[in-house]
C-alpha cells in the first residue's frame, strides 16, 4: 500500500515532466537524415567492407562506357548535331508542325527524358488567357507527336510564364516549335528552347532567342542553342484574369468585413487605478498613469473568445506554424483624441481572462504581428497581383512567455483577532496553559476574552497582560546572546487574509479586495486595523473585485492584438492533409479548424490545393472553406480526421454573413 | 537535455558546461551508436552521465542515518493540476543538494536505489533515506497547495 502512495506520486511527477517536455519523436528521423547528409559513403564503406573487386569492374564498365561514346560523338558528327544547324531545311521544311531533335542535349539530360512531363514556357507576344493547350508536331523521324496540357500562371515568378503539364508524354528535345490552339480556338505558336530549371522537378523553361521569337517556325534560328541569346519576355497583363482575382479578393474582403467584430470603447481617467469590463468577460485592470501623456484616454478592445469571431475574423492560431490552443484573444489600443497612444514601460495591464478553468493555467501569452496585406485590399486595383497575397492568413503570434495566473487579488477580511497565538505555552497535568497579550484598543474585555480562550480554545488556564500597543520582546537579554521573539497582541479588530482567518475560525465583519499580496514577516502578518501598512484599493466596488480572485490572468506590457495560448502537444504522428478545391486555391479563403481544441489554422496554397502540414493524424476536424463563384459568396463545412489524404468534395453552397456566422459558432462546445 | 542538466547543476551556468560536455562526447562517439533504441535514450543517458560526473566533482555525499523503513506519503492527485513542472522543479532545486540529486535520479531518471548508490558512492539504505526524505520535504511544500 505504502509502496503504491509512492510509487502513484512518482508517476504523477513523472507525467507532469513529460507534459512540459517538447515532442522529440522525430529525433530518430532527423537523426537518419542528417546521417545520410554527413557521410553516407564512409557508413556504406564501413558496412560492405569487401567491394575493391567490384568497384574495379564498376570503374572498368564505366570507362568503357564513356570511351564508346566519346567514339561516337567525335566520329559520327551526323547522327549528333542538332538538326537545326546540320539540316535546316528539312527542319523548316516540315516546320509548322516539327519539333527538331538535339540528340545530344537528349543524351546529356537523360533524366529529363525518363521523368519529365512538364514544361515550362515563357511565351513570345502571344497572350495566353486560357487554360488548355493543345500542342501538336512532328519529330525529325516524322513521327506525330501530339501535347495537351494545362498551362497555369506560375505564382511564384509572379510573370505571366505558363507552366504546361503535359500528360505522359515525354518532351525529349531542346528546341521546341509548337502551335498550339487555345480553347476559344485562337491559335498560339511559340518558339524557344528548352532548358531544364530545376533539378527536382523536371520542368523545362523555354528561353527565347530574342527578337526571332516572333518567328514562323520556318524561320527557326540557325546555330548552337548556346549561341541563342537568352531573354525572358513577360506577356503583358492579362487584364481579365486578373481583374476576376481582383474582384473575387475584394469580394471575400467585403464579405468579412461585415463580420468583422464590434469593437468596445471607455473612457478612462489616465490619473487613477481603472477595472474595465468587456461585454464577454474580460476585464482589464489598469493602473493610475499606465499611458504616456493625456489624462482622458480612449480605451477600445475587441474581444474573441469563441470559434464564432475567431473563424468570422480569420485569427488562426499558429507561432511560426507551430499550432497553438487558444484561450481566448484580444486587441486592445489606446487614443488620446484620435492619436493613438503606447503605454509607459514601466507600467502594465492585467488581463483577465474569463475562462476559470484549470485548462488556461499552462497558458502563455503571445502577441500577434499582423499580416498587412491580408487586411488591406481596399486599395487594390486591377494591375495588383494578388498571387502573392495569402488571404487566409492574417496574424502570426510571437511567445511573451509570461504564464497566466490566479490570485493577483487577494481577499481581506476584517476580524476580531481572537487567534490562538500564545507568547507562551506550556503543558501541565491539568491541561494546556497559555499566556497571551491584549491589545491596548481591544474590543474584547480581558475577562470575555479569557472566558473565550477557555471555553473554545481548550485551555486549562490562560494568563492575559494588557500589551503596549506594539510588538513585543521576550527571552533573555545581555551575556552574550539576546532573544527576541515578536508576538501579536489580541483583542483588537484587524484586517487578514481570508484564508488565515478561516484557519482560526474567525468570523469577518467586513471584506476587502486588495491587488497586492499580504506579505511580511512571516505567514501570520497581518495589517494593523489603526496603522495600516499598505493602502488599500478601495476606490473599486468591493464585488467587482471579488469576482476577479479566482480568475487567471496575466500582465501585458504592449497594446495590439495578445492572445492566451500555449503550444498544441500531441505525441501521434504527424500527416499532411491536402485539401483540392479544383480551381485556384488563392481565390478562397480556407481553415482547418479543430474539434476538441481551440484551434485554428490556415494551409499553404499550391494551384488549386491547399496543403495542411504536420497535423496530428486522426484528430477530428473540420474544413471551413469561403470562396466567391460567379459573383455570389460561398462557403462550405467538412468534417473529417486528420490523415494523409486528398480531400476534394466540399460542397460548396451560397451563404451570407449571418449564416456563416452560424455555422462557425455550430463549432464552439455548448 | 538542458533541463535535465539543470536538474542537476546548480544554476544556468553549470547547466550549461555539463550540457556542452555531453554534446561533446555524443558527437565523439556517435560513431559508436549501434541503433539500438532510440537516438534520445542514447543522448540522455550520456547527458546523465555526465550530470553524474557533474555532481562527484563537487564533492562526495554523505552517508545518510539509518533510519526505519520507508514511510506512507502520498500527494493528492489534485495538487499535481494545479502546479506546473517548472514550479516543481523549482522546489525540488530548493531541497538539500545531496536529496534533490538521489531524487531527480530516482524519480526522474528511472535510476534503481543500487544503480544510485553504485554510481554516487553512497550505500543503498542511503539512497533509500535521500528518496524518502525528498518525497516527504515535496509534500510539505505543497500542503498549502492540498489545503486550498
Known amino acids: 500500500m505504502e509502496q503504491n502512495n509512492n510509487n502513484n506520486t512518482d508517476k504523477k511527477l513523472r507525467q507532469l515532466e513529460n507534459q512540459s517536455l517538447p515532442d522529440l519523436s522525430k529525433m530518430d528521423e532527423h537523426w537518419e537524415q542528417m546521417k545520410n547528409i554527413l557521410q553516407p559513403e564512409d557508413l556504406l564503406v564501413n558496412k560492405t567492407p569487401n567491394h575493391k573487386p567490384l568497384r574495379w569492374i564498376t570503374a572498368v564498365v564505366v570507362a568503357g562506357t564513356f570511351f564508346f561514346l566519346s567514339y561516337e560523338f567525335f566520329t559520327k558528327p551526323g547522327k549528333l548535331i542538332s538538326s537545326t544547324e546540320k539540316q535546316p531545311g528539312q527542319t523548316l521544311k516540315n516546320s509548322a508542325d516539327t519539333i527538331p531533335i538535339n540528340r545530344r542535349i537528349k543524351r546529356g539530360t537523360s533524366s529529363i527524358q525518363d521523368r519529365k512531363d512538364s514544361l515550362l514556357l515563357t511565351p513570345t507576344e502571344e497572350q495566353i488567357n486560357k487554360q488548355e493547350f493543345i500542342l501538336t508536331g512532328k519529330d525529325k523521324d516524322g513521327k506525330e507527336v501530339k501535347f495537351v496540357g494545362v498551362a497555369k500562371v506560375s505564382p511564384k515568378t509572379g510573370r505571366d510564364t505558363l507552366i504546361l503539364t503535359l500528360p505522359k508524354e515525354q518532351v525529349t528535345e531542346q528546341h521546341f516549335f509548337f502551335k498550339g490552339k487555345s480553347a476559344d480556338g485562337k491559335e498560339v505558336t511559340f518558339t524557344g528552347i528548352a532548358k531544364k530549371i530545376s533539378r527536382v522537378k523536371d520542368t523545362l523553361q523555354i528561353k527565347l532567342p530574342g527578337k526571332e521569337t516572333q518567328n514562323t517556325p520556318g524561320n527557326m534560328p540557325k546555330g548552337k542553342p548556346s549561341d541563342l541569346k537568352e531573354k525572358e519576355i513577360a506577356l503583358p497583363a492579362d487584364t481579365t484574369t486578373k481583374k476576376q482575382a481582383v474582384d473575387k479578393k475584394k469580394a471575400l474582403f467585403d464579405f468579412f468585413a461585415q463580420l468583422e467584430k464590434e469593437s468596445q470603447s471607455f473612457v478612462i481617467s489616465n490619473r487613477r487605478d481603472t477595472v474595465i469590463w468587456g461585454n464577454e468577460g474580460t476585464a482589464l485592470f489598469i493602473p493610475a498613469n499606465a499611458f504616456r501623456g493625456g489624462e482622458s484616454v480612449t480605451i477600445t478592445i475587441k474581444e474573441y473568445y469563441s470559434y464564432r469571431d475567431i473563424i468570422t475574423n480569420r485569427l488562426t492560431t499558429c507561432a511560426d506554424n507551430q499550432l497553438l490552443v487558444s484561450g481566448g484573444m484580444l486587441h486592445i489600443s489606446a487614443t488620446v483624441n484620435g492619436r493613438e497612444i503606447d503605454m509607459e514601460p514601466a507600467n502594465s495591464i492585467r488581463w483577465f481572462v474569463p475562462d476559470t478553468t484549470d485548462a488556461i493555467r499552462q497558458m502563455q501569452l503571445f502577441n500577434g504581428i499582423v499580416n498587412e496585406a491580408s487586411l488591406d485590399l481596399k486599395n487594390l486595383n486591377q494591375d495588383a497581383d494578388t498571387s502573392e497575397i495569402d488571404f487566409s492568413s492574417t496574424i502570426n503570434w510571437v511567445l511573451d512567455a509570461r504564464y497566466f495566473r490566479r490570485n493577483h487579488f487577494h481577499t481581506n477580511v476584517r476580524v476580531l483577532d481572537l487567534r490562538d497565538e500564545p507568547y507562551k505555552r506550556r503543558s501541565t497535568k491539568n491541561g494546556m496553559v497559555g499566556k497571551f497579550y491584549l491589545s491596548p484598543d481591544a474590543k474584547i474585555s480581558k475577562e470575555d476574552l479569557e472566558n473565550y480562550l477557555l471555553t473554545k480554545r481548550n485551555y486549562s488556564r490562560v494568563v492575559i497582560k494588557k500589551g503596549t500597543g506594539g510588538w513585543h520582546r521576550t527571552g533573555f537579554l545581555g551575556l552574550g546572546k539576546r532573544y527576541h521573539r515578536l508576538h501579536q497582541e489580541i483583542g483588537d479588530s484587524a484586517w487578514m487574509e481570508i484564508s488565515l482567518a478561516r484557519r482560526h475560525n474567525l468570523k469577518a465583519t467586513d471584506t476587502i479586495v486588495t491587488k497586492n499580496p499580504v506579505k511580511g514577516w512571516y505567514d501570520f502578518y497581518v495589517y494593523d486595523g489603526r496603522k495600516p501598512v499598505q493602502k488599500f484599493d478601495t476606490a473599486f466596488s468591493k464585488n467587482n473585485l471579488n469576482k476577479l480572485a479566482n480568475r487567471y490572468s496575466v500582465e501585458i506590457r504592449t497594446l495590439g492584438w495578445i492572445n492566451c495560448d500555449r503550444f498544441l502537444k500531441d505525441s501521434r504522428p504527424k500527416v499532411d492533409l491536402i485539401v483540392d478545391l479544383k480551381e485556384s486555391a488563392n481565390d478562397y479563403c480556407t481553415f482547418l479548424v479543430f474539434e476538441k481544441v481551440k484551434s485554428m489554422m490556415s494551409g499553404s496554397v499550391s494551384g488549386n490545393k491547399i496543403y495542411f502540414r504536420n497535423v496530428p493524424e486522426g484528430e477530428a476536424v473540420t474544413i471551413m472553406s469561403v470562396g466567391v463563384i460567379d459573383g455570389k459568396t460561398v462557403t462550405a463545412k467538412h468534417r473529417t480526421r486528420l490523415s494523409n489524404t486528398v480531400v476534394s468534395e466540399l460542397k460548396f453552397e451560397e451563404t451570407t454573413p449571418s449564416d456563416f456566422k452560424e455555422k462557425a459558432a455550430s463549432l464552439d462546445k455548448p | ?148
Open chain 2, 1 to 148: 537535455m538542458i533541463r535535465v542538466c539543470q536538474r542537476y547543476a546548480g544554476d544556468l551556468d553549470g547547466a550549461g558546461i555539463i550540457y556542452n560536455n555531453a554534446m561533446f562526447r555524443v558527437f565523439r562517439n556517435i560513431k559508436n551508436y549501434q541503433h539500438h533504441g532510440k537516438l534520445e535514450a542514447w543522448v540522455r543517458t550520456i547527458v546523465i552521465n555526465c550530470c553524474l560526473d557533474h555532481v562527484k566533482a563537487k564533492g562526495k555525499i554523505k552517508e545518510a542515518p539509518v533510519t526505519a523503513a520507508t514511510e506512507e506519503i502520498s500527494i493528492d492527485d489534485y495538487v499535481f493540476e494545479k502546479i506546473s513542472a517548472k514550479e516543481i522543479q523549482l522546489i525540488i532545486k530548493k531541497l538539500p543538494k545531496a536529496t534533490a540529486i538521489v531524487f531527480n535520479l530516482f524519480v526522474y531518471e528511472g535510476c534503481t536505489h543500487n544503480q544510485i548508490a553504485d554510481a554516487l558512492g553512497i550505500s543503498e539504505g542511503t539512497s533509500k533515506w535521500h528518496v524518502n526524505e525528498g518525497r516527504r520535504l515535496l509534500k510539505t511544500k505543497l500542503e498549502h497547495l492540498e489545503k486550498a
